[in-house]
Nanobody, 124 residues
Framework: QLPLVESGGGLVQPGGSLTLSCAPSGFTLDGYATAWYRQIEGKEREFVECLSNEGKRTAYGGALKGRFTISRDNTKKPVLLQMNDLKPEDTGIYYC?????????????????WGQGIQVTVSS
């Protein structure tokens, strides 16, 4: 378990935007794939987006498509999740996850390290 620090959550109105940050503490992301998951109340945790070690993006389809984007500048920088046009149904706890290796997977069992989770609330 490697330490990951999440930030950027909070309360936002419907239609608004937030940017979540996942920062490695004491190491770089070189050699790791980084993903974001979320858990909506009453539902299982679900895959949101992932960035491979080489910076290739894997995105969840459906309702998140086009609204959420994962990115980073380089492996020494935090991984960001830009969330636009937020809806009340996006309310939940968002988690950053890390796996050693090149590639992204949607199954959470592939990920070795997890952040503590950060609350995102979309409400008027």
């Amino acid at each position: 378990q490697l330490p990951l620090v999440e930030s950027g959550g909070g309360l936002v109105q419907p239609g608004g935007s937030l940017t979540l940050s996942c920062a490695p503490s004491g190491f770089t992301l070189d050699g790791y794939a980084t993903a974001w998951y979320r858990q909506i109340e009453g539902k299982e945790r679900e895959f949101v987006e992932c960035l491979s070690n080489e910076g290739k993006r894997t995105a969840y389809g459906g309702a998140l498509k086009g609204r959420f984007t994962i990115s980073r500048d380089n492996t020494k920088k935090p991984v960001l999740l830009q969330m636009n046009d937020l809806k009340p149904e996006d309310t939940g706890i968002y988690y950053c996850a890390l796996r050693r290796g090149q590639y992204c997977y949607s199954r959470e069992t592939y990920y070795d390290s997890w952040g503590q989770g950060i609350q995102v609330t979309v409400s008027s």
